[in-house]
């Protein structure tokens, strides 16, 4: 059929569908280019440039305020004076001289010096300034006619030289070419010629340069007064240019408009995403790592920016709400009537309204605030929005300016609530101090944003970045905002606000360096840091291993590992039946092995003897036991560092009985409310039925089988004998007075003491109660008080030096048995109660054989097991292990047999073994799943069970156990089906819709059985947090309920499983807040270690302070001593602090401040204030204990005193600098306006408790004697602080002594108590003490050790040394206090000083000079005065010389005693008498006449 | 199942846009309707539904959760308690037959826009379940459920098609393709038309990348593959195979067969009717054969791989969450254990430990007999037989070698219905299992 015109369909209706596409296409790109184009970050960025601009033309009104103006004026006018006044007619007439010097100037010169004689001549003021101007122009144009002069010389200068440079080339061309003699010389002359010319040339410009620099000078020293006056005038404007040209930079504008428009924004628009690049913190995506990209700055745009000059201040910190006082004039101002608001505001406060708002123009923002104006003096910002005046709210301006203007009571202070900063994404960092800023030490662009905060750093909207919200009502109002959704494909999503801390672990290894320190007083990660600290303290290690090695070399994160238990074997060796055959040597092994774990060398023999012994078969004279502990001796390749931390239960049969051991197991806390050890029984919440009834069966049973065991298999002990003297019978009074100053109060609690509240060891109040349980448990405490270490070696007790006392009535005391009669009496009336009889009913019998069959049934046949618990096992079987107890049973030890064997199982199914030492359990390994990297570990390998359905249970019949912290409170108090309503968004319509109430998000969660609704928004935000985590099978919530009720995971479950297989993780005592600061730690645990250069390495001094830290936490340092003094960040109006004392005192004694420091310290701030930063003690109330509260003049007031203006008295113990003068240490307390003190922050002491806690008793105790004695000294009395010991003592004093400690202070009211430390601990410690202050260390040299300078100081005074000794003989002096070598001055021993005679071990040199100098420079409360003042030198008949020689003299003797006390011994009285030989004939000098220095070796 | 609880509030907006969209079509097919003035009754009974929908659409756009319409809890229990593989494979297959039975029936244009908007409605209903939209509204899966519309809608149009030319042919009329055979203009009448299409198609293709942007997931890790682990989604069937057969055969050897299949098909075919227009009648076997492979075989197992497959390969019913703790028994005994052990009483024949090879294989010969022997009488006595019954015209017509190609290929193509059966009934694993070689069946 041919083809037609006509066509198949319609081609109108074509059109007309192609039509409509064409549309539908056309809306769909114009969609895509719109969504495109709008994308969320361009909005942030306009916003923030809004901000910007915002606070910029803020600062500008500000600076621009009349006080600039003024002062601009002010300048000005200066200018203008300056400028009217005379030049010099010397230095003018110096400037003509140089002008005509030269030829081409002399005309110049002459109209010059007409000039100068017309305004000489000239009276006229104004006619005066003009010819003045003139002058000065022709001055610079005679200098810029010189410049052209000498431009030209030095361009003909170059010319010749040019032209010079190519007759040489030619000649040596010429040379090279081989041309004719003739031809050389004939160049040689050109080039001589033109040599002279250069000459000449270069003469001229040099001239013509010296000419016009002459006269330049010359005019500089004319005009150098206003030019000056012209400086600060350009100075003083700068500030404002700057902002000026920031707004100019930030304000949007026409340019910025059209580079903003679609399209052509992709070519350099204003708006684009910022983005970090980071290639090597990179992003593990499990094949490669890729390089990290964060784009975060995209929306955060306020990130980094602090305040102009304060590196560290955020110069948009978040919103919070602040309250002010504003205070208002008594009457209101008479101001003129047509003043605007903002100015009326202004005058009358200070400060102006900004016509809109910044995020909302209706609200009333705060522009400009006056400095030094009562607004500023309040605190009120730039930038703050007044939300409330005196508690009516002000939402829009109109009502805050009525609010500020009219309604006001005059006189009063108003109360503003002002909110403060700014919404996220626009805020700053809150530390810059850490992170971000560019001084800190985590820039923005090294370290990016998401190595911490992890989230998706590519994604540049909200939901994508994988933000995570901190409460349940915080992704409420994400998702309906933002579209915030939880994105479980991105494993990294970013921590929420709780466990922001989580990510420092990952560089931050050794944790201990989060904690707050003298660089960053602030504490960097309290939670993390407090979490690492109750994992330390309550073991949690003990049971799950946190191995921060993968490798040798290889450290992936923090270390947690109990540490290898060489001791504990030993012991175990110790007791084999075949020990007692072994030799000597071996003996002498094991009880190194058993003091010193450390050493190696006793160790690596011990355990070749034991290998050989296993060698020798069934020779062998140790058990098989022995032989497999002997593997457990060798060194690992990266040993754990911690030890188990509860006691050893080796030799528990001698301490305590099974009454008090039974309550103990069941119920830690009834005896011990606060115990760290957890709760293994009785956790029942989440049974029922069948289930329930065995645990209630069972579990008595297991209790007493290990109460069985403990006590069978304990190991004897040997009871220290006691003092033999003693005539005083043990007292209690004593007793108590013992315990209370001689140092227990530094680790443990005590009813009696309730100040004393360091957990570092028990509480002691019912200890009587438990000792008594066991009939030995008297011995047992005594033994214990005296030497720790004998019961336990590796306990962190420490031997407090108990040694007789003779009392005032001549009797003679054991403090140690003074402590025991007291502590027996400490009971509080406890007692244990339902404890069960010693022989077992035949229902516990039979319980107990079910028991046992569970575990026999694990190892036999059914039938098997069932015959051996009949029967036992023949004598002749050859099992090993456990079971080995059933072989040869016997009927009547048949009870005792299963309960050994029923109790030692249960000890391993409980894991006992992972915090304390238990004989049989040397090899056990760690119970629980390893943590090192459980942060990231796969949640659908983490057992949930049916613990959501427990938990939502318990919520919605409000039982809710294990709690004690606020989330209990917040279910316990009310039905969580009641608050459901309070936590809905305010307001909103659902509220009033009973059937409705819970609206969308609830009913997910509903929980149907009864009617009850619980959802995560329903309970109190943090308890919501973990449930919605639970929900969701997510990390947080598992752990979240783990550490709450561990054996809730069995819920519903128990019914499934044998009663072996139930859940064993114990329940720990925390509150809510320790449970998130340990969840924060192992959240942390990732072991993802970035490239090694972003792992924090200290530097060695840092490194030594860390460890030794570590180590001074570990031993309680601080329990007694001060480690780190009081500091206050004051901000003071100026003088608050009162004069300065004026310094006169040796030169090298006074402070060095750098200017800086002294410019810093005179700057006020906007309220103005001065900054100061004091270092120190707050001096305390003799009675009280408590810091002291005085008036200006320093006279001691009372708290409730009325118009007194509190102020607190500081000793420093560091040189301030405050107003631009230094204070000193040692000089007179500082009072410190307890206003100052608010207005800044107060970082309090670390240690020292102790020393506070005593400070009033020791002064009661000795007014007792010495009505009179002054407060101060009693600091001399107590453990003194450690501040400065690293520059005080030598390094190898301090290590020995820490490992040996003696007496140092006579009048000390308790010892140093000597530690179990080892030698590495030690030298840790005194390495920290040398680092903190910067010290040498481990070596140090001091050239006054030296003999040769001894012997040069003997050259220049003969008399050194015994003029020095002759100074510490005098009655007036040394020995008026000190011990030296056997004398010891008579009178009150709390007077006494120490040894003077082991100084030079002790002390550095440095040190002692100046110490000798002024002792109050080092140690303020001293009572050792200055001896030898600086313009008053002691008797010349004493020691010949000036201050400074005498005390260098002493500070020579000092440290040199040994070496001048051997000069006056002589071996002559022990040498057997010489035979007959020259010598003999000789005279000897006598053994008592010291040599003198001619005498010495000259070298 | 425990989510974040957003859900409903998220979903309702969608699902109120859904039904206006419903009622809107509805609307508008009354009118149409209406105005033919031939089907009134359809029409009040589509404005009607329309009203439904609107009702349906306010309730889902009410600002309240609980006001969404959902299918009562008590049905989507019902639903998820009956379904299973067997009940699916089954039910698919009895529907298909329905369909294929009654096709005069559904063909008609209200009966099938009833059905759309009936399966539409329930589609609906059900995606306010949480667990049900998670599956089918996973950007994945969304061109799943497009699919089945698309593959009904063209399946639809076919069968109306012949259905409409079987009747001309037995009342002796020309084809519908016959009569309306006029030459067309290549423009406007096709280019002009596929231009309207691309111009469609791209329209589409943005819109919905704009709203519904390609799912991100988590990067790929050699220790943690995703639960469950899918092929994409044309290979699903073949991944459901893999449930019933090792992998060499439902991996390679059926893959392979099936496109050996395609290719001859045209060798194969010898059946001159139906060429250049639809017709059932005429060719009832090319018919059914196909249908039954690409849809009982192919598109269904499609459909159960995508939906009903869940975590650890498990079936999961249309409302239940994919949890990865359920656990289903798999204790399926090879034809050698059940021969041997289970109906013989003697253990399985095994080699002694040091023989040599061929005495292994020949030990495993016995071992699989049972087997074997079955396998050899499917596949080699199975095509004569039928070739001298029911196929015995068809032996005639193609000759011995097409004749056994054709049975060969169907037999085989009969394999995984016969296998998936004797899993359900026998729980039969393997009937030849050599694993010694890697060769199972």
């Known amino acids: 059929m041919p083809a037609t015109e006509q066509t198949w369909r319609d081609l109108k209706v074509l059109h007309v569908v192609f039509g409509v596409s064409a549309i539908i296409l056309l809306v769909a790109t114009v969609t895509m280019l719109t969504v495109d184009h709008n994308r969320p970050w361009k909005k942030y960025q306009r916003t923030f440039r809004a901000l910007e601009t915002w606070s910029a033309a803020a600062r500008v009104d500000a600076e621009n305020s009349r006080a600039f103006a003024e002062k601009t004026t002010e300048l000005e006018a200066a200018l203008g004076q300056v400028r009217r006044a005379d030049l010099d007619p010397q230095l003018v007439g110096q400037f003509l001289a140089q002008v005509e010097s030269v030829p081409a100037d002399a005309e110049a010169g002459a109209l010059a010096r007409a000039d100068v004689e017309q305004l000489r001549n000239e009276a006229d003021p104004d006619r005066r300034f003009a010819l003045r101007g003139d002058l000065l122009q022709r001055f610079v144009d005679i200098i810029d006619r010189a410049q052209f002069r000498e431009d030209q010389l030095a361009g003909s200068l170059k010319l010749r030289k040019a032209e010079l440079d190519k007759r040489r080339a030619d000649y040596e061309l010429a040379i090279a070419d081989g041309a004719p003699e003739s031809r050389q010389q004939e160049l040689l002359a050109l080039a001589d010629a033109k040599r002279a010319e250069v000459q000449e040339a270069t003469l001229a410009f040099q001239q013509g340069n010296a000419h016009r620099k002459t006269l330049s000078g010359m005019l500089k020293e004319i005009t150098a007064s206003e030019d000056a006056a012209a400086k600060v005038l350009a100075d003083h404007r700068q500030t404002l240019s700057l902002l000026r040209k920031t707004l100019g930079d930030r304000a949007p504008n026409l340019g910025k408009a059209v580079l903003e428009l679609p399209v052509l924004d992709a070519f350099n628009g204003p708006l684009r995403v910022d983005q970090i690049w980071l290639p090597k913190l990179t992003l593990n995506n499990n094949f490669r790592d890729v390089a990290r990209f964060d784009r975060c700055t995209t929306c955060h745009q306020g990130m980094a920016k602090s305040v102009p000059g304060q590196p560290t201040e955020p110069a948009y910190p978040e919103s919070s709400m602040v309250e002010i006082l504003l205070p208002t004039p008594t009457e209101r101002p008479e101001l003129a009537g047509d003043l605007t608001d903002t100015l009326q505001l202004e005058e009358i406060y200070g400060f102006q309204l900004s016509p809109a708002g910044l995020f909302d123009p209706e609200t009333p923002t705060v522009s400009v605030v006056l400095p030094e104006s009562p607004a500023a003096l309040a605190g009120l910002q730039s930038g703050d929005v007044i939300a409330a005046v005196g508690g009516g709210r002000t939402p829009i301006r109109p009502v805050a300016v009525a609010a500020l203007l009219e309604n006001v009571s005059w006189g009063a202070p108003l109360r503003l609530s002002v909110e403060r900063g700014v919404p996220q994404p626009y805020s700053t960092h809150p530390r810059l101090d850490l992170f971000v800023g560019d001084s800190s030490p985590h820039p923005m662009k090294t370290f990016g944003c998401t190595v911490c905060h992890e989230g998706q750093g590519s994604a540049t909207s909200f939901k994508w970045a994988s933000h995570s919200p901190n409460t349940p009502k915080q992704s409420h109002v994400w998702h309906d905002k933002y579209g915030w959704f939880n994105n479980h494909h991105w494993i990294f999503p970013m921590r929420p606000e709780r466990f922001e801390e989580s990510s420092c672990l990952k560089c931050h290894h050794q944790v201990v360096d989060l904690a707050s320190s003298e660089r960053f007083p602030e504490p960097p990660a309290p939670k993390v840091v407090e979490g690492y600290n109750l994992i330390r303290q309550y073991g949690c290690y003990g049971c799950h291993e946190i191995n921060g090695w993968s490798g040798p070399d290889d450290r992936i994160g923090p270390d947690l590992r109990v540490e290898p238990n060489y001791h504990e074997v030993a012991q175990a060796i110790s007791v084999d039946p075949g020990f007692a055959k072994m030799d000597a040597s071996f003996k002498g092994w094991v009880g190194d092995v058993i003091s010193s774990p450390d050493g190696n060398a006793a160790r690596g023999r011990l355990r070749e003897a034991l290998e050989a012994d296993a060698s020798r078969g069934d020779e062998a004279v140790l058990s098989d036991r022995s032989h497999v502990l002997a593997a457990l001796l060798k060194t690992p390749e990266t040993p754990g560092t911690f030890p188990r931390v509860g006691p050893s239960l080796r030799h528990v049969g001698s301490k305590v009985g099974f009454d008090w051991l039974y309550a103990w197991l069941r119920n830690p806390q009834d005896f011990r409310p606060s115990t760290k050890m957890p709760r293994f029984f009785g956790l029942w919440e989440h049974l029922e039925g069948a289930g329930l009834e065995e645990s209630q069966r069972y579990e008595p049973l297991e209790i007493r089988s290990m109460v069985a065991y403990l006590t069978s298999s304990s190991q004897p002990f040997e009871f220290v004998t006691p003092y033999e003297g003693i005539t005083a019978a043990p007292d209690v009074e004593r007793g108590k007075k013992v315990v209370e100053v001689r140092g227990c109060l530094a680790c443990h609690q005590h009813a009696d003491f309730p100040k004393a509240e360091s957990m570092h060891g028990p509480e002691l109040s019912r200890i009587g109660a438990k000792v008594a349980s066991h009939p030995d448990g008297k011995r047992w405490l005594y033994s214990w008080l005296r030497n720790p270490a004998a019961y336990h070696p590796r306990t962190i007790m420490p031997n407090v030096l108990l040694e007789p006392v003779a009392l005032a009535d001549g009797t003679v005391s054991d403090p140690a048995a003074d402590a025991v009669a007291y502590l027996m009496q400490s009971t509080e009336g406890w007692s244990a109660e339902d404890v069960p009889a010693a022989t077992l009913s035949s229902d516990e019998r039979q319980a107990l054989e079910e028991l046992a069959t569970l575990y026999l049934e694990g190892r036999f046949p059914a039938e098997k097991a069932a015959a051996v618990l009949k029967n036992g096992l023949p004598e002749d079987s050859p099992i090993r292990g456990d079971e080995e107890a059933f072989v040869g049973l016997a009927a009547a030890e048949r009870d005792e047999v299963l309960l050994n064997y029923v109790g030692k199982k249960t000890i391993g199914k409980l894991a006992c073994y992972g915090c304390h030492d238990i004989p049989g359990f040397e090899d056990a390994k760690p119970a629980g799943a390893a943590l090192a990297d459980w942060g990231r570990k796969d949640p659908s390998r983490i057992a949930f069970e049916q613990v959501s359905h427990f938990v939502m249970h318990e919520l919605a019949h409000g039982k809710h156990h294990g709690g004690h912290g606020h989330d209990e409170a917040a279910a316990h108090s009310t039905p969580a089906g009641e608050e459901a309503g309070h936590h809905e968004p305010e307001g909103g319509p659902e509220d009033t819709l009973p059937g409705d109430a819970l609206g969308a998000t609830d009913l997910a969660y509903v929980l149907r059985d009864d009617g009850e609704h619980v959802s995560p928004e329903s309970v109190d935000p943090d308890t919501g947090y973990f449930l919605e985590k639970l929900l969701g099978h997510e990390r947080e919530g598992f752990l979240w309920q783990k550490l709450r009720q561990p054996r809730s995971y069995d819920y519903k479950k128990v019914e499934n499983k044998s009663y072996n297989e139930r859940y064993r993780m114990p329940q720990f005592p925390f509150d809510a807040e320790q449970r998130e600061a340990v969840m924060t730690f192992v959240l942390g645990l990732v072991a993802e270690p970035p490239a090694p250069e972003f792992v924090y390495s200290p530097t060695p001094r840092e490194q030594a302070r860390l460890d030794g830290l570590v180590v001074a936490e570990r031993f309680n340092c601080g329990g007694c001593h001060t480690l780190q003094m009081d500091r206050w960040d004051i901000a003071f109006e100026p003088g608050a602090l009162g004069e300065p004392n004026a310094f006169n005192d040796y030169p090298f004694l006074r402070g060095h401040f750098t200017p800086k420091e002294v410019a810093d310290s005179l700057q006020t701030d906007v309220t103005g204030r001065l900054q100061a930063s004091l270092v120190g003690m707050p001096s305390l109330d003799a009675e009280t204990g408590e810091p002291q509260l005085v008036d200006e003049d320093g006279i001691p007031v009372e708290p409730d005193e009325e118009d007194v203006v509190f102020h607190r008295p500081v000793t420093l113990w560091k040189d301030a600098v405050v107003d631009g003068e230094p204070r000193l240490v040692g000089g007179p307390n500082l009072f410190v306006p307890e206003e100052a003190i608010q207005a800044g922050t107060h970082y309090p002491a670390k240690g020292g408790d102790l020393a506070r806690l005593l400070f009033p008793v020791v002064i009661e105790d000795e007014r007792a004697i010495n009505p009179n004695v002054k407060p101060d000294d009693a600091w001399g009395w107590l453990p003194p602080p450690l501040v400065g010991e690293g520059t005080k003592v030598q390094s190898p004093w301090l290590h020995k002594f820490l490992l040996n400690p003696h007496p140092i202070r006579p009048a000390a009211v308790l010892r140093m108590p000597k530690f179990n430390l080892q030698s590495s601990q030690a030298a840790a410690l005194t390495d920290y003490f040398a680092a903190v202050d910067g010290a040498d260390y481990p070596y140090v040299y001091d050239a006054r050790l030296d003999e040769a300078s001894l012997a040069k100081a003997e050259t220049r005074y003969p008399e050194h040394l015994e003029g020095a000794m002759r100074i510490v003989t005098n009655n007036n002096y040394c020995v008026k206090c000190h011990l030296v070598g056997d004398y010891a001055p008579p009178g009150n021993p709390k007077a006494l000083a120490p040894q003077l005679g082991r100084v030079h071990e002790r002390l550095r040199p440095e040190y002692v000079y100046e110490w000798i100098a002024n002792p109050k420079r080092f140690l303020p409360y001293t009572g050792m005065p200055v001896n030898i003042p600086h313009d008053k030198p002691v008797s010349q008949d004493l020691y010949h010389g000036d201050s400074e020689q005498q005390v260098g003299g002493l500070t020579d003797l000092l440290m040199h005693f040994d070496e001048f006390a051997k000069r006056q011994f002589s071996l002559e009285a022990y040498l057997p008498a010489p035979a007959n030989d020259a010598a003999a004939t000789q005279p000897t000098t006598t053994g008592t006449v010291a040599s003198t220095a001619t005498a010495l070796p000259s070298n | ?441």
Not at chain 2, 102 to 119: C, L
Not at chain 2, 171 to 192: F, H, T
Not at chain 2, 358 to 375: F, K, S
């Open chain 2, 1 to 441: 199942m425990h989510s974040n609880g957003f859900f409903l509030s998220d979903v309702a907006g969608f699902l109120g846009g859904y039904y206006t969209v419903l009622a809107i079509m509805n609307g508008v097919a009354a009118l149409i309707l209406w105005r033919r003035q031939s089907r009134t009754g359809w029409a009040m009974t589509w404005a009607a539904f329309s009203g439904v929908m609107m009702i349906l659409a306010s309730l889902a756009l009410s600002g309240s959760a609980s006001m969404v319409p959902v299918l009562p809890q008590a049905i989507r229990q019902l639903v998820n308690d009956l379904s299973g593989p067997v009940l699916y494979t089954l039910g698919t297959t009895a529907f298909l037959v329905l369909l294929f039975v009654f096709r005069k029936f559904f063909v008609q244009p209200m009966v099938a826009w009833s059905v759309f908007n009936i399966s539409l409605l329930l589609l609906g209903l059900s995606m306010a379940d949480e667990n049900f939209a998670a599956i089918v509204m996973k950007p994945d899966n969304v061109p799943i459920v497009g699919l089945v519309f698309l593959l009904a809608f063209f399946t639809w149009v076919a069968t109306k098609q012949a259905v409409v030319n079987d009747e001309r042919i037995k009342q002796g009329l020309p084809v519908i393709e016959k009569v309306n055979d006029e030459k067309v203009l290549v423009w406007p009448d096709l280019v002009y038309t596929e231009l309207i299409c691309m111009v469609g198609v791209a329209a589409l293709l943005l819109v919905w990348a704009i709203f519904l942007p390609a799912p991100l997931e988590e990067p790929a890790s050699s220790v943690k593959t995703p639960n469950p682990s899918k092929a994409p989604w044309y290979f699903l069937g073949l991944q459901e195979m893999l449930v019933y057969f090792d992998p060499w055969y439902a991996g390679v050897v059926l893959p392979s067969l099936v496109v050996f299949g395609l290719m001859a098909m045209p060798y194969l075919d010898f059946n001159k009717k139906g060429n250049g227009y639809y017709s059932i009648e005429e060719r009832k076997f090319s018919y059914l054969v196909w249908q039954f492979g690409f849809f009982e075989l192919w598109i269904t197992l499609i459909i159960l791989g995508t939906f009903l497959r869940g975590p650890n390969w498990n079936f999961f019913g249309p409302f239940e969450f994919w949890t990865p703790y359920k656990v289903e028994v798999l204790n399926n005994v090879d034809l050698p254990q059940m021969f041997w052990v289970q109906w013989m009483n003697q253990p399985l024949p095994r080699a002694p430990q040091d023989a040599g090879l061929l005495t292994q294989i020949g030990y495993i010969l016995m071992r699989e007999a049972p087997g074997l022997l079955v396998m050899g009488a499917y596949l080699v006595l199975l095509p004569p037989l039928l070739a001298i019954t029911v196929f015995r015209g068809f032996f005639a017509k193609m000759g011995f070698v097409r004749y056994m190609v054709m049975s060969n290929l169907m037999l085989l193509m009969l394999t995984l219905p016969l296998k998936m059966v004797l899993r359900w009934t026998l729980n039969l694993k393997y009937i030849i299992s050599i694993p010694e070689f890697s060769l199972n069946f």
